[in-house]
């Protein structure tokens, strides 16, 4: 496992577990941060600094990043299993590493981007999976993607028209 910087001056390091294309996956979300608006990702930032005091965790100031092979815990989402999940009040995020490799960029910066907007209203919204309303949860977070500039419509036919191409939960390692 090694840690690679993202955007270190907002805490943004990637564990790298070597399951993906590391180097890439930390680009493009570099990239995908990037293109939050700023009010935003300091909305996100502050959640996760406070997270850090609440916890008494100094480095919890930082999430945590990852991206892993299929994980029997990931809850299913509405439509088809998770491939990605973000945990402990939006301070653990992770991603399904087959997800990852098979999309292209612009359609990766929005996986990336689907798990920050759960952040973002986590850290905004009280009601956010409040009632554990999966489809009212994410809802609210196409509306966030969009109003960030990510299309996920585009991004769910391109998994839809490739479905070949990405992991299934019986092929995943
Ligand atoms: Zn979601």
Redesign the pocket.
């Given at each position: 496992m090694r840690l690679i910087p993202i955007v270190p001056t907002s805490g943004l390091y990637l564990t790298a577990w070597g399951h993906c294309d590391d180097a890439r996956f930390a680009e493009q979300f570099r990239l995908a941060w990037k293109q939050i608006p700023m009010r935003c990702r300091k909305a996100i930032v502050a959640h996760w600094l406070l997270w850090g005091k609440v916890t008494g965790n100094r480095k919890g100031a930082a999430p945590f990043l990852e991206v892993l092979p299929y994980k029997s815990d990931w809850e299913r989402?509405p439509s088809r299993y998770?491939v990605?999940q973000?945990s402990q009040g939006g301070n653990s995020l992770s991603w399904n590493s087959g997800f990852v490799d098979a999309l292209p960029d612009e359609h990766l910066r929005c996986f990336i981007a689907?798990?920050l907007?759960?952040v973002f209203l986590f850290a905004t919204d009280p009601t956010h999976f409040a009632d554990g309303d999966?489809e009212v949860?994410?809802l609210q977070?196409f509306q966030t993607l969009e109003a960030w500039g990510f299309d996920e419509s585009a991004r769910e036919e391109w998994e839809m028209w490739n479905e070949e191409k990405l992991p299934t939960r019986a092929t995943e390692d």
């Open positions: 989402g998770a990605a973000c689907h798990e907007a759960h999966y949860a994410e977070v």
